[in-house]
């Protein structure tokens, strides 16, 4: 079965192959709910509005909430500062990183209930497990940044996690922290494939902060391979991103 | 002559990553492809950074079979050309080198140079030419059996290969990307589901 919902505030698709059961999916509709009513900073009365209007103390953070910021801290040390949840008004907005860590728990979800060839598809990050109904691997395509309709590219994530950060307008959650004010024009797409999409999708959203420099980054992060678009349709991928475009 | 000239600039570009200091190359020693210099970041520590191992609190994924043995391709990858956005004007070179190959002048089709001795090891690259234009630059050898070699190579030399972006037929289960408008379609449908629920 295969289902799409409009949550979090993007598309998210769920297929699981070989039944009809689609009790499985909503358990992951379900949950990322739940996600999205904790930390949407769109909702007034999520638990990370409440603490970014000060009404929560640190000892009072959900679990949830700690293990979030607790990544967001890791990988900010480990980008040098180019991953930071903190804005420049002070607010914290872990967006950048609440998609792959829910998409990563959702997975395991699925895995608990028995469930081997699947994908989930939230906001273009994915996490994929075992081979589509056809009995092949999953093929993911990377979307045009200048086309929506179109797709540049297709890889074959074998079990990895893939995440696309991509241009914002400015004001959005990605700006480069060390200079907030410029914006970062020159990359306008970088899909990052991981050893899981909790692990891409923090990467992927530093290494676009980096602009030219984050596909080098990621060349240098062992696990990781990248493919980035710039703003004149070139595009550049790590040494060892092949590994993915072709089916085993 | 041309084709000489062209082996000649991959030369003295492969010449420029070889005798580079550890460590960062200034910008304007790096040739420009597609009028892009490449640049790397300066990464903490000589190894980069640490990749933790992450514990989420639900049970872990299974790893995925790694399994890296050479496969035949059998996706077809369509070459259709697409519609190009307007592109930068190229930035004028620092050096003469590569200017030419962004004028168009060079015959299409894909040239290695030689190994050249770069003191640490040989390093050989191959340059693909496209419509004219310096497309791609494939590093075949570089030095890899020295310990000094191996730690320039880890943050000098580039393995980063280029290619324009080509539209793709092929069907795919899911698609993974931004649009340049993906902000503003959140925000949008955020409020919108907002009403929704009024």
Known sequence: MRETRIQMGMPVTIEVVGTEDAAPAQAVFGYFDAVDRRFSTYKSDSEISAINAGRVRPEAYSLAMQEVFALAEQTRRETDGFFDIRRPDGTLDPSGLVKGWAIQNAAALLIERGVENFFIDAGGDIQSAGRNSDGIDWRVGIRNPFDAEEIVKIVFPLGHGVATSGSYVRGDHIYDPHAPHEVLETIVSLTVIGPNVLEADRFATAAFAMGQAGIAFIEHLPGFEAYAIDRAGIATRTSGFDRFTRPT | ?198
């Open chain 2, 1 to 198: 002559m041309r084709k000489i000239a062209l082996s000649l600039a991959v030369i003295a570009a492969s010449g420029a990553y070889a005798w580079s200091e550890a460590g960062r190359l200034a910008a304007e020693d790096l040739p420009k492809i597609g009028g892009q210099a490449l640049v790397l970041p300066a990464i903490s520590g000589e190894s980069g950074p640490v990749v933790p191992v992450i514990a989420p609190v639900a049970a872990p994924l299974p790893c995925p079979a790694t399994d890296v043995g050479i496969v035949v391709a059998t996706a077809q990858q369509s070459t259709a050309p697409m519609p190009r956005p307007a592109r930068t004007p190229a930035p004028a070179p620092a050096r003469v080198t590569l200017a030419a190959a962004q004028q168009g002048q060079y015959v299409d089709g894909v040239y290695k140079g030689p190994a050249v001795d770069a003191h640490y090891g040989l390093v050989q690259v191959q340059a693909t030419v496209q419509g004219g234009q310096l497309v791609n630059v494939e590093v075949l050898q570089y030095p890899s059996h020295r310990r000094t070699s191996r730690r320039i190579n880890g943050s000098a030399l580039p393995k980063l290969v280029k290619e324009a972006i080509r539209v793709q037929s092929g069907q795919v289960d899911a698609i993974s990307g931004a649009t340049l408008t993906s902000a503003a379609y959140r925000r949008s449908l955020s409020i919108a589901l907002a009403k929704a629920n009024a």
